[in-house]
Structures are given as structure tokens and as C-alpha cells.
């Protein structure tokens, strides 16, 4: 049957076919791009044709209280989500941001719809059914925190609080649900896979930049978001000398600066970035009153993300002292850095290797849902490259190559774990 | 005569009596500022109290076409603008920004009624008339540039251009001032008074915390003002590798530093302000594609200023390179230094003394409408101190006693410039 499987490859034109499809709902006129936003209208039509799609090949469609959307194959006598094996399952998100590309997120998803495609036109048996599934609110775009579908599905957050999440647009999480007709009626926390693997772009220039295909991913960075709101004093440019100034902006500024420094004396994994500033009055003539501003500091290594907090810190305290101004930090989020599962990645590697890829492991720098579901199962992720490493932006685009080549390792790789009698 | 102009004296209470009825309208509640944005209903309803008040004193009362209200006293046989020696003025204005405080224009207007009233009141003859006036728009927070009334009256800006000006929210000068009633007959550009003086808080924290009770204006900073727009790139904020960022927060808070420590460096009556800065998209996690930033350049010596503009280029070319950002600079506004009038210069400082008022010289570090009529005439300033340097604030303060003793420097000067035979 291991020969059975090897020889088997997805239909590289019904993949691009699909995420074309889908990219047409949402899209964002005169770009590649689209903008699903999660539980709107434009999202709830994404999940329509997935879900569509899903039945059409006879899976069976499973929706939980947060709306995430898990699709499976039959398998033996039962087909309940507690009788029999435990599925492998592939997955990833289909809510973009706001101005997002066709392949963030909707890749995972129909590739892993593909390999199902894949696996059953061929008749291959497996001693574990597949699945492929859809997280809710993966983006946090519309609403807070990010990851939100994946996180309840693995614990992390109870659905209470999960469904009263307001929106930036004042919705709220648990009526968009009803509104749209997902608020399903599979519970959560949702049942253990397997295994799950994430087939996703890279969102950055590394792979492309190295002329690499795959990525294999050994974990994600581990994630300090800082809030600051900065109080100086309101006063006239003209008119106040440079010494007697309490200047918000400036503070903002300066601590920017060091953000920057810090994350190039770090080196190593360590990025940090300020892309959030906002003045008041925000005027040409007025010494900046308050300043708000994040910080973003990112490491795969727990100990120096730590370090890198503790520096931001200190650099506050001397900007208090030498602008005279006041600094609230607020934490907005935390995450420590996740490894994943040591024998997932390692059949991630073999695969791209038997198939002559070039490939390199790597962390990754974003955040994504097999972050959660490691919490809960063996977990892997593969990335392919992104050009320019643009996302998050209508001008996303990846190779159908690579394409073609990440869907190959995501088949491969599932096959041998749902042969597998670990 | 001389020895009876200089025993009489404004009469306290009337000026303070004055200046809080006319903060009264458009109070800003819960505080002592006010809101009368140029043109509004608010402003017209201060138009028409200090008017009734210039009627009150029987003065003679000229609007002209872009709503400057000047009031004169009747001297001789003629009473026409051209009739007769021309007057010794005083004036500011009774606009205010959106969040204002009740004595920055209001105080200048307001004393020189007082002014006249106790000239009037005392018999004193002169050999000039006296006029107090109030110039439209001078914060020019609704309609741009501020000065507006002043500009136009010294000639600088074509009436047509000036009543065809657009408001920030869409409305126009001309239709404006007709709806409001202030359209009136006197021609433009006005006629030259022989003096003009503008009693004015100094907006800044000098006087007050050098413990000085008046301040004789020898001038107003030249000002350059410079908008920079920043394009980078935007990116993940996770997966992008420090060295491969375009960020454009970053380029911006590199170049706010940059105008702090060149202002420092610079010293003397140097300042710089980066006052607005506005990222895109502004997102935590997103490396910002562009930044809208803000320059205020100001310095009473002409050739220093150029000196400031040329490092700034300098230094966002240096930007450019470093951080692979590119920044288009638009030059908004660009005042050269003006010089006030020696003698009345010299007048002011005299009368400050012979009433034992802790003086000095200084610069205006804001724009007034006393450097459009230095085109015209001979002109001084009085600065009194404000509290806290704070202005354009519902929490700007002088203290009642520094109002009265700037009311009555602003009189023996107007008092010897009406009686000097020039």
C-alpha cells in the first residue's frame, strides 16, 4: 500500500481551479485579492461553496458552536466523531483581512479538500480516515484575538466567552454566527485528531529570497504585543523651547527607533515593530498631548523574547525620564513560542525530499491555527513561498508550482500518517 | 497733555467684566475655553457683542469684505478712512481653534476697547484717532491659512481668493461671511493706520517661568513648514527578516528624532516639531507601507532656517537610503522672519519700565496678525504671560493682574504713539 501511495499526486488544475472560485467571493475589484472579513456576508458565501464542495464529495460535514467547519471521510461502521479511529486532518482558515490576498489561510483549506479528492479517486485505503476543516475568526481582523475558531476548538478560550466578543463593527461574535447560519451544533472543546497538518504560504521573503520550495516549519515565534499610551503636554511649536517640552510624539519616536535597534542587536530570530502610531491632536503646530503606539516582539526562543521585553521596558523608563512624559504599557497579547511535533516535521522533510524539493526548516513568524490545535495533537505546518513576501495584501501571490508542489507534501505527508500505527 | 495721558489707567474690572461675557458664548462647558471656529454661528454671535460694545462707545464701525471689523474714534471735522491723520490701531481677533482658551486674540480686541473707553472717559485729546479692530480667521483652524482676515487687509492675498477659500468642512468663506452678515462695504486691501499694536498672551512658558510681566515682542519667527510623505513597504510583521523591512514608521520616527536633536543642536530661538505623524495601515502586526508626517521648522534668523530646512533634506535622503523607503516633501507654509517696528519697539519697552513691569525682548514663536500689518505700518506686540506656557486649550490662563498691567502697557503705548507728531 506505501507504493500505492507515493504514486499518487493531486490534480494540480482542480486546485488552482477551486482557490480561483473561492477567490472570486469577497474579491476585491481590479486586484487578485479579497476581502472576507470574518462572519460577514462575503464570508458566509466563501463558506457556502467550501462547504458545498465538501458534500459533493460525500464527506460529512461537521459545524461546531464557533462555526468552525471539519469535513470527513467515511471510514469502517460509524462515522460519529467518537467511533473509530481518530481522522488526520488537514486545515487552515478562509476570513481574510480586510484587504487580503487569495492564498493566506484558503490554501490549507482546499489543498487539503484536494488530497481528500486526491486519495478517494484513487481508491487508496488507509487505516485512519482524513480530514480537512475551516477555523472561524482566524485573521482577527473583525474581531479579537486572532486564531479565535482554532483557539476554542482546542480549549483555549470557553464558547461563552468566545460568542460574546464584540467586533471592531460592534457585532457580536455569537449573533453573526446565527445571522449566517453557522452556529452549529458539534461540541467543543472539538475531539483530538490524529494528527494536523497546515499547509500555508509563508507570508514572508525567506523561501523565495533563498530559491527554496518548502518550508518546513518547526514551530511558531513566540508573540509579546505591547499597547502604550503616552502622556505628554499639549502645547505650541512655536512658542515652547525645546527644554520645556513634554512631547508625546517624540517619545513615540524614540521608542521606535529602539524597537528597531533592539531587534537588529537581538539578531537571531528576534523582529520587533512598531506599525501602530497615533498622535493627538495630530497636529502640525501642537506638541503632541498623547501618543498610542504598539509593540510587536517576536522570537522563537522564550528566554530572549523575555529579554527583548525586559529591554523595551527599561527603554520606556528613560524616555519617561527624558521626555517627561508618562507611559501606561497594556499587554494586548502573549504567546510563548510552539514547537511542533518532532516526528510530523520530520515526515514533512522525508517528503519534500523524496520528491526532490529543495527544502529548509524554519519557524514561523506569523501566527496560525496549528499553533492551537498543538495544544491538543501531533502537529505540523508546510509553507511555500511567497513572492516578495507580500501578504495580508491583495498583490499576495505564490507560484502554481508551488502550489501544486505544497499540496504534494501535504498529500504525502497525510498518507503517511494516516498509514501509520502509531 | 503728556503728563495726563500717563495718569490714567484702564479700569480693571471692566476688562475682566468684558473678557468673561464674551467667553461666554460658545463656552466650552465644564471649562473656561471656548470654540468660535471662524465664520461659525458662535463667531458671529462674538462679532456681534464686541460690536455692540464698539457701538456703545459711539465709535465709528467698518466692516470690510473679508469680515475684518474695525472701529474708530471721531476726530475732527471728517470721519471717513481717509479723512484726517490715520489712527494709532490696536487688534488681534475673537476667533478661536476648536478647543481654544478665552484670552488668545480676545485679550488684544478687548483691551484696546478698554483703551479707548478710558481715553474716551479721561477727555484725553490726541493728536491721531485710536482704532481697535478684529481680523477674521486669524487661527485659520477652519479655513486655511490662518491670518486670513490680515493677510487680506495688508494686501497679501486677493479678496476673490480669499472668499473662495474652502473650509475643512466644506464650507466657503464668502457664502460664510454673507450668511453671517460680516460681508461688508470697506474696500480692500485697508487702509494703513499709523501704528498698530497687538496685546496678546504669549502662548508659551517663558515669561512665566523667567518671573517677567511683560514681554516686548521685536518680532515672529520665520516658519517653514513641511509635509513628508513616506512610502515603504508593508509587510508581516512576523515574517519579514529585519534587513528585508521598508517600513515607513520607522523612516518617520527616525526623522522626528532627527528634527528633535537638530533643534537642540541648533539652539538660539530654534525649534522643530514633528506634530503629526499618521501610519497606513497603522496595525499591530503589520509593517507600515506609509507614514504622513508633519515638520515645524521655526527660527527668528532667516538664514538659520534655511539652514534647519537644508539638514532636514539632508536627513531624509539619508532615510531614503537606509531604510529603502522613498518621501516626497511638500513645503505648506514657508513666513520669513518679521521684524516689528524699532520705535514702537522701543515705546513698548519704555512704558513697561516707567510702570516698574519686569520686562524683556523676546520672539513670537507663533504667527499673529500684527506681522500682516508690519506690511503696512509701524507695529509692536505686548506678550503677557501664560500660565503653564498652555494655549489654544480650554486651560489657557493669565492671571488677572497681568491682563490689567499688559491693558495699560497696551494704553501709554497707544497713547504716546497718538500724541508723537512722526
Known amino acids: 500500500m506505501r507504493s500505492a501511495t507515493t504514486s499518487i499526486a493531486i490534480d494540480r488544475d482542480r486546485l488552482l481551479h477551486r482557490l480561483g472560485e473561492l477567490a472570486q467571493i469577497g474579491r476585491i475589484?481590479?486586484?487578485?485579492?479579497?476581502?472576507?472579513?470574518?462572519?460577514?456576508?462575503?464570508?458566509?458565501?466563501?463558506?457556502?461553496?467550501?462547504?458545498?464542495?465538501?458534500?459533493?464529495?460525500?464527506?460529512?460535514?461537521?459545524?461546531?458552536?464557533?462555526?468552525?467547519?471539519?469535513?470527513?471521510?467515511?471510514?469502517?461502521?460509524?462515522?460519529?466523531?467518537?467511533?473509530?479511529?481518530?481522522?488526520?486532518?488537514?486545515?487552515?482558515?478562509?476570513?481574510?483581512?480586510?484587504?487580503?490576498?487569495?492564498?493566506?489561510?484558503?490554501?490549507?483549506?482546499?489543498?487539503?479538500?484536494?488530497?481528500i479528492e486526491t486519495v478517494l479517486a484513487a481508491g487508496v485505503e488507509l487505516h485512519r480516515p482524513l480530514a480537512v476543516g475551516f477555523f472561524t475568526d482566524e485573521e482577527g481582523s473583525r474581531f479579537p484575538p486572532d486564531m479565535l475558531g482554532s483557539l476554542v476548538y482546542a480549549g483555549g478560550l470557553s464558547l461563552e466567552n468566545a460568542?460574546?466578543?464584540?467586533?471592531?463593527?460592534?457585532?457580536?461574535?455569537?449573533?453573526?454566527?446565527?445571522?449566517?447560519?453557522?452556529?452549529?451544533?458539534?461540541?467543543?472543546?472539538?475531539?483530538?485528531?490524529?494528527?494536523?497538518?497546515?499547509?500555508?504560504?509563508?507570508?514572508?521573503?525567506?523561501?523565495?529570497?533563498?530559491?527554496?520550495?518548502?518550508?518546513?516549519?518547526?514551530?511558531?515565534?513566540?508573540?509579546?504585543?505591547?499597547?502604550?499610551?503616552?502622556?505628554?503636554?499639549?502645547?505650541?511649536?512655536?512658542?515652547?523651547?525645546?527644554?520645556?517640552?513634554?512631547?508625546?510624539?517624540?517619545?513615540?519616536?524614540?521608542?521606535?527607533?529602539?524597537?528597531?535597534?533592539?531587534?537588529?542587536?537581538?539578531?537571531?530570530?528576534?523582529?520587533?515593530?512598531?506599525?501602530a502610531i497615533t498622535l493627538a491632536p495630530n497636529l502640525v503646530n501642537v506638541v503632541a498631548a498623547e501618543a498610542t503606539m504598539t509593540v510587536d516582539l517576536r522570537n522563537t526562543d522564550d528566554v530572549a523574547l523575555s529579554e527583548a521585553e525586559r529591554r523595551l521596558e527599561l527603554c520606556v523608563s528613560g524616555v519617561e525620564r527624558s521626555e517627561g512624559v508618562t507611559v501606561a504599557m497594556r499587554r494586548l497579547a502573549q504567546y510563548e513560542p510552539v514547537s511542533f511535533d518532532p516526528e510530523v516535521v520530520a515526515i514533512v522533510e522525508k517528503v519534500a525530499g523524496q520528491m526532490e524539493l529543495p527544502s529548509r526548516r524554519m519557524p514561523s513568524g506569523a501566527g496560525h491555527d496549528a499553533q492551537m490545535m498543538a495544544r491538543i495533537c501531533p502537529t505540523g505546518m508546510i509553507f511555500v513561498p511567497s513572492a516578495g513576501g507580500i501578504s495580508h495584501n491583495p498583490a499576495e501571490h505564490t507560484e502554481p508550482d508551488d502550489l501544486e508542489a505544497g499540496a504534494n507534501v501535504l498529500l504525502a505527508t497525510m498518507l503517511e500518517l494516516a498509514e501509520a500505527r502509531w
Do not use: K
Open 163 to 275: 460568542l460574546a466578543i464584540v467586533g471592531i463593527d460592534g457585532a457580536v461574535v455569537g449573533e453573526e454566527l446565527d445571522r449566517i447560519g453557522y452556529l452549529g451544533p458539534a461540541p467543543l472543546p472539538g475531539p483530538a485528531p490524529h494528527a494536523f497538518v497546515e499547509l500555508h504560504i509563508e507570508q514572508g521573503p525567506v523561501l523565495e529570497s533563498e530559491g527554496i520550495r518548502i518550508g518546513v516549519v518547526e514551530g511558531v515565534q513566540g508573540i509579546s504585543w505591547t499597547e502604550l499610551r503616552i502622556t505628554g503636554q499639549s502645547n505650541h511649536a512655536g512658542t515652547t523651547p525645546m527644554p520645556l517640552r513634554r512631547d508625546a510624539g517624540l517619545a513615540a519616536a524614540r521608542i521606535a527607533c529602539f524597537v528597531r535597534d533592539l531587534a537588529v542587536e537581538l539578531g537571531g530570530s528576534q523582529v520587533g515593530t512598531v506599525g
Open 29 to 115: 475589484q481590479g486586484t487578485s485579492g479579497c476581502s472576507r472579513l470574518a462572519l460577514t456576508d462575503a464570508d458566509r458565501a466563501g463558506r457556502d461553496l467550501v462547504r458545498t464542495w465538501m458534500e459533493d464529495l460525500g464527506l460529512t460535514v461537521r459545524i461546531d458552536g464557533i462555526g468552525n467547519v471539519i469535513a470527513t471521510t467515511h471510514h469502517g461502521g460509524g462515522d460519529g466523531p467518537g467511533s473509530g479511529p481518530a481522522p488526520v486532518m488537514a486545515g487552515s482558515h478562509i476570513d481574510t483581512v480586510a484587504t487580503g490576498g487569495r492564498y493566506d489561510g484558503n490554501l490549507g483549506v482546499i489543498a487539503g479538500l484536494e488530497v
